[in-house]
């Protein structure tokens, strides 16, 4: 299908605006306030106001999202370097596709070579010449690797050489330059990879490496380090470059910091404290300061500082844990910008206070859910934070933070929502369940079994519940509730009791003898719940057929249960090796034996993508994805959804973005839209929104997927398309701000999508109808469109879309969003027009009203004499009571007291006419001008009793006029879904009896000649 038939749909984020993880921070040397932050998956981040904003520069430019690594040139800073690929290779670690360059402060980016690098996690950038690069490539982290190592360019990446290697198993984790001597670096290199159950860290192939001949020749450096060596940080003192610190995972006592004070001849232990060596594969992270040469820093859980050199360290907070990099500006050493697990913050204060990381909209949510509630919420586990509770469409608010609420469980999810009681929730936590009555704010633990994971073998868990472990309501019976390990466990009374309704679902015979120690060696050994294995990861229950049972395991095997758990059948496809993660199994709403298994094999370096489609209950399986029909060879895939409104239109998720297919996935294509490049992690469709939940960049929702639905063979051969718009719900949304803080809300009105295969030569028109056929609204392709302003007064900045939208002329997709108002009242030139043009403020509405509930016809018409029409309904907001006849009273009054406003401002645009006519009277003198003045004062007193039209001064300073008054009738009955009030018909009464008088007045001033006495 061609993509430009469904150019115009569009994703919005909405939020929330808390930061996630970042492993790669830099700055300015030249522009103190100006920060660059990388998100592991969200791309590379700016802020030239010390992180008061953020706003993404990679967009558009990058193919992946994940950053590892960022460098800005000393010798000119509109170069900059960025490295894709985070070197923090937690389980659920994205892969980067190489460095990329910017040679214009950011403005564009261009690959520049190293694809398969996968992760890189530091840049050198010569001082003078920034063309001559050196890069650390740790290499694929699922498997051994060629690309492993330190490479460089000389040309600015239009050629690279490595220049390091050691072995395809061992990679470059750090590398510093030697700030007296360019050509002097040293090297971290790590040997290191992760498996589903494990990582694994150490060898006696790594070690620090040394060039002084600027990458020609290494040494391994020795004297006084570990032989067996795991991940590094290496930091070189500029105020002393003859020290050297190593911060190293090693054997037991061995781990540390070293110090060396002859550029790395020779090394001593200066300090063995093991609360910076936690979890040494994720951290070991070591800066020096700038001007000091005894201050140090290390990043890990905790961030600590030393003051001696070493010896000693003390904790500074920081905004979040899980502390990654550093970057300290070398003229104004108080200045930092630090990253964590929650994003970048930013302090000039020595870390005594930092910025807020509450403006990134970079988190990573494994899975989405949404409540019964209207408008629906979504929720999310946001990992290394709390779960989170964010609407789809803010209706009041005084910050962008208000409308959140954490839910049960924690970053590792899943969530679920009882459907009978949206304050009942249900959350995981590393495979622990809780319940959640929001009611009470109580938060009840309801594990299957009390046993404490970390550290422990898999093969001693009594139930192996991962860090995703499912959990879901069954859809025939909202008391029941299904969570997982190796087994499918049911609970009928709020976990209470857990039984057990399968077998071991999963092939751990295959594969126990992996697990009877500890995951991870030979240095660190590392349980948190991500290496738990040989799990159920996908469970559903059929939402056509009761007590049918789907249930997918981490290492590669599917079952089905047809009888609500008695009995099991392996389904599983062909031919699917061990270890592949089942990481999603879909159940179609057309059939109950048609499924859609989503499977990934990227941890175990195998990147291909794996969707399996069956339509007989697993007996057999197709691939919809051999690499060739749409989704590359090298994505692999993490979700998928079959639109409950047309049969075999699917759309998947993968590690690079976001596909559709049109025929059952036979074919498939790009749906990225206005989606950043992040990772996918899941997909929902919500009556016909699509949820999009990433991994670096929140949460998305596509608002209207129904030209989708309508697009075939017929309508992509047509020259001229008018889209039938879907039901429409009568809503008053906030005015939100602009910013990384802020949500934004949907379209505030009716879609309407229309399409031109060629440019629309002439006039093109959109006329709304009601049901009875009369003229509501138009819309044409002339005048200038719709325009945003900003308004800041006393509370946060809101965003107000002025003017009428316009019918775009231009070949392909367009939408227009109706508001549903009627037409507003006329107002004459220089009333409520932008700051500069403005003359006059209304302090009321004066909007039209909100069309009523109903039936409305949309017409497309152009020069040539085509049209086409489609009809859609306007429906009351559900949580509304008011009767059809009480929203009638109030679209009757606001027509009323609308109209009377257009009779003013017309008569207000006559008055300012004829005192132009007036002034030149008076210029001109002679006999006619001082009776032109006498007039211009007698008709300026009736136009100030009809409109402000003080050039100085504020609203306080001059007395209510009758378009104010009249526009406080509007504002009085159009806040809510309801009758007017009751005294809303006398006031009405007393302005139409101003109306009459004021407006024969003015009539028998405009009427009278100039020369009259």
């Excluded at 309501?473 to 009374?493: A, E, K, L, M, N």
Aim: aromatic share 10%; proline share 6%; glycine share 12%.
């Amino acid at each position: 299908m061609d993509p430009g038939l469904y150019a115009a749909l569009q994703l919005r984020s909405v939020g929330p605006s808390r930061g996630g993880r970042s492993t790669a921070v830099t700055g300015y040397r030249d522009r103190m306030h100006t920060f660059l932050m990388g998100a592991v998956g969200g791309g590379i981040w700016r802020t030239d106001d010390a992180g008061q904003t953020w706003r993404n520069v990679s967009d558009g430019y990058l193919g992946v999202g994940p950053i590892g690594a960022l460098a800005v040139a000393s010798s000119n800073s509109n170069i900059v370097y960025a490295g894709t690929g985070s070197g923090g290779v937690r389980g659920n670690v994205s892969v980067g596709d190489g460095v990329y360059r910017t040679t214009d402060d950011g403005k564009s980016w261009q690959n520049i070579g190293l694809p398969e690098s996968r992760h890189i996690n530091r840049i050198q950038i010569h001082p003078t010449n920034p063309d001559r690069v050196y890069v650390a490539a740790l290499g694929s982290i699922f498997g051994p690797s060629e690309t492993r190592g330190v490479y460089r360019t000389t040309d600015g990446g239009k050629s690279w050489k490595k220049i390091l290697y050691v072995d395809r198993g061992t990679g470059a984790i750090d590398l510093v330059m030697s700030p007296d001597d360019a050509n002097t670096l040293y090297a971290a290199m790590w040997t290191a990879e992760r498996k589903p159950w494990a990582m694994f860290s150490g060898s006696r192939a790594g070690g620090v490496f040394k060039t002084a001949d600027g990458g020609e020749t290494w040494k391994k450096l020795g004297g006084g380090l570990p032989e067996m060596i795991g991940r590094i940080g290496i930091a070189v003192s500029p105020a002393r470059p003859d020290r050297v610190w190593v911060l190293l995972e090693a054997e037991g006592a061995l781990r540390g910091l070293y110090r060396s004070e002859d550029r790395g001849a020779t090394f001593r232990q200066v300090n063995g404290d093991q609360s910076m060596m936690a979890r040494p594969w994720y951290y070991t992270h070591v800066q020096s300061h700038p001007t000091n040469p005894d201050v140090v820093f290390i990043n890990n859980e905790d961030f600590f500082r030393s003051d001696d050199a070493g010896l000693s360290l003390v904790q500074i907070p920081t905004p979040h844990g899980d502390n990654h990099d550093l970057w300290i500006n070398p003229d104004h050493p108080e200045i930092w910008i630090q990253s964590n697990d929650g994003g970048a913050n930013i302090t000039f204060t020595n870390g005594a206070t930092w910025s807020t990381q509450y403006n990134q909209p970079t988190g990573e949510y494994y899975t989405v859910v949404t409540d019964n509630r209207f408008p629906y919420r979504l929720y999310a586990p946001q990992q290394d934070n709390t779960t989170v509770s964010v609407p789809s469409a803010v209706t009041h608010g005084l910050t962008p933070y208000e409308n959140w609420f954490a839910g049960s469980g924690c970053e590792t999810g899943p969530l679920a929502v009882d459907p009978r009681n949206p304050d009942i929730i249900y959350g995981g936590c590393k495979g622990w369940v809780s319940r959640m009555d929001r009611t009470s704010d109580q938060v009840r633990e309801i594990w299957i079994w009390p046993q404490e994971g970390h550290g422990l073998p898999n093969a001693e868990y009594k139930y192996r519940e991962q860090w995703n472990s499912q959990l879901r309501f069954s859809p025939h019976d909202p008391g029941v509730i299904y969570h997982t390990s190796q087994h499918v466990h049911r609970t009928r009374d709020e976990g209470q009791a857990w039984e057990v309704i399968s077998p071991d679902l999963t092939r751990w015979e295959e594969h126990k003898q992996l697990h009877v120690e500890r995951p991870g060696g030979p240095l660190t050994y590392d349980q948190t719940g991500v290496e738990v294995y040989g799990t159920v990861f996908a469970f559903e229950e059929s939402p056509l057929q009761r007590g049918l049972f789907w249930a997918g395991s981490d290492d590669g095997a599917i079952h089905i249960s047809r009888d609500g758990g008695t009995s099991w059948q392996n389904v599983t496809p062909p031919g699917l090796p061990l270890h592949s993660t089942v990481n999603e199994i879909v159940l179609s709403p057309y059939a109950a034996g048609r499924a859609f298994a989503v499977i990934h094999r990227y941890r175990m370096d195998d990147f291909h993508p794996y969707i399996y489609g069956t339509n007989d209950f697993g007996a057999s399986w197709k691939l919809l994805t051999d690499g060739t029909n749409g989704i590359p060879a090298n994505h692999p895939t993490r979700t998928i959804q079959e639109d409950p409104a047309r049969r075999g239109l699917l759309y998947a998720g993968t590690e690079f973005g976001l596909f559709i297919s049109f025929d059952d996935g036979a074919h498939w294509q790009s749906f990225q839209q206005n989606l950043p490049r992040t990772p996918v992690m899941d997909l929902l469709v919500r009556g016909s929104d699509l949820i999009v939940a990433t991994q670096g960049r929140g949460l998305w929702i596509l608002d209207d997927l129904t030209p989708l639905y309508q697009l075939d063979a017929r309508m992509a051969a047509a020259d001229k398309v008018l889209f039938k718009p879907r039901t429409t719900t009568r809503m008053r949304l906030a005015r939100t701000g602009r910013g990384g803080e802020w949500p934004e809300n949907p379209p505030d009105g009716a879609m309407i999508y229309y399409r031109w295969a060629t440019p629309s030569a002439g006039q093109a028109t959109l006329e709304i109808r009601d049901g009875a056929g009369a003229l509501v609204r138009t819309f044409t392709s002339s005048g200038p469109g719709t325009k945003e302003e900003i308004f800041k007064a006393m509370r946060e900045p809101t965003v107000t879309i002025v003017g009428d939208p316009k019918v775009r002329t231009s070949a392909g997709m367009h939408r227009l969003v109706w508001d549903l108002h009627y037409p507003p009242a006329y107002l004459a030139p220089g009333v409520n027009e932008g700051i500069g043009e403005r003359i006059a403020v209304v302090t009321g509405d004066t909007d039209g009203p909100y069309a009523l509930p109903g039936t409305y016809t949309a017409t497309l018409r152009t020069a040539d004499g085509w049209s086409q029409s489609q009809t859609f309904d306007v429906v009351m907001d559900p949580r509304v009571k008011s009767t059809l006849a009480e929203l009638k009273e109030t679209f009757d009054l606001g027509i009323r007291a609308r109209d009377r406003i257009t009779g003013i401002q017309l008569g207000v645009a006559r008055g300012q006419a004829r005192i132009k006519e007036l002034d030149a009277a008076i210029a001109a003198g002679g006999a006619g001008a001082q009776e032109a003045a006498r007039q211009k004062t007698e008709l300026e007193g009736v136009l100030g009793k009809l409109y402000k039209h003080g050039l100085t001064g504020d609203h306080a300073d001059l007395r209510p006029e009758l378009t104010t008054d009249y526009a406080n009738i509007l504002t009085l009955i159009y806040g809510a879904d309801t009758r007017p009030t009751s005294n809303a018909y006398p006031r009405m009464e007393e302005l139409d009896a101003r109306y009459r008088d004021l407006m024969d007045r003015l009539t028998t001033l405009l009427e009278r000649p100039i020369s009259d006495r």
